[in-house]
């Protein structure tokens, strides 16, 4: 078995739970309460901006010029392109970027992307593959939920075509094969990477649920990321 499959069945209940959870549902429907999906936009906003920053910072520390270079060039793609997305929806209900810019982080948020950025700068390479990996392909898997629940298509369906893009596949291919390389290389790290993978397929669900209540610092509970406080 890859060793990214066992990452998925390790994970499998943190799957099952995000495609269960009512922003994920009400959002393939179509009935997702407008605020609710705002939350998500503004939020997502501010964790993609880290998120380039955290293939930048791997893309520093692997030794090997194509995945340094394919590193690199996410993390541009994600600031050239599915950033603007994300400012294509703001658009749609009156949000310019700037305000987008303004957005305080929610809890989970920096808890997120601070858990990504940690493991990029001061981990290993095999811990920050299997840390980026729940990101795409819980996406990925998340959308493919929505396009068989989904009845038609509403104003939401933008969101699910892009999650379910023959580019956003190839993004996520790469992913997994870029995990399965380090499994394969550094089988001493099997633990690390599996911790890290569940720590970032945590707080995956935890950005579901963050956006669907509006989670802000009044609201948060010390267990809001999912992650314990060890």
Sequence with gaps: MAFSDELLDAGSDLWAAQKRHPFVVELAEGTLDEDAFLTWVRQDYRYLL?????????????????????LLGVAHRVLDDELDLH?????????DR???????????CV????????T???????????????????YLDVAEHMTEIADGEHRYTPFIEKYTSDEFREAVDWMRAFVDRCGA?????????REAFLTSARLEHAFWEMA????????ATPAAAGISSS
Excluded at 212 to 219: F, I, S
């Design 98 to 108: 700037a305000e987008l810019e303004r957005v305080e982080k929610a809890p989970t």
């Design 185 to 193: 290389a550094y089988p001493g790290y099997h633990d690390a990477m």
């Design 212 to 219: 669907y209540t509006a989670e802000d610092w009044g609201t």
């Design 120 to 138: 990029a700068e001061s981990r290993s390479v095999p811990e920050f593959a299997a840390a980026i990996y729940p990101c795409g392909q819980g």
């Design 50 to 70: 880290d998120y380039a920053r955290t293939f930048a910072v791997g893309g520093t520390k692997v030794r090997d010029e194509e995945t340094m270079t394919h």
């Design 111 to 118: 808890a997120y992307t601070n858990y990504l950025l940690r």
């Design 87 to 95: 400012r294509s929806f703001a658009a749609e209900y009156g949000i």
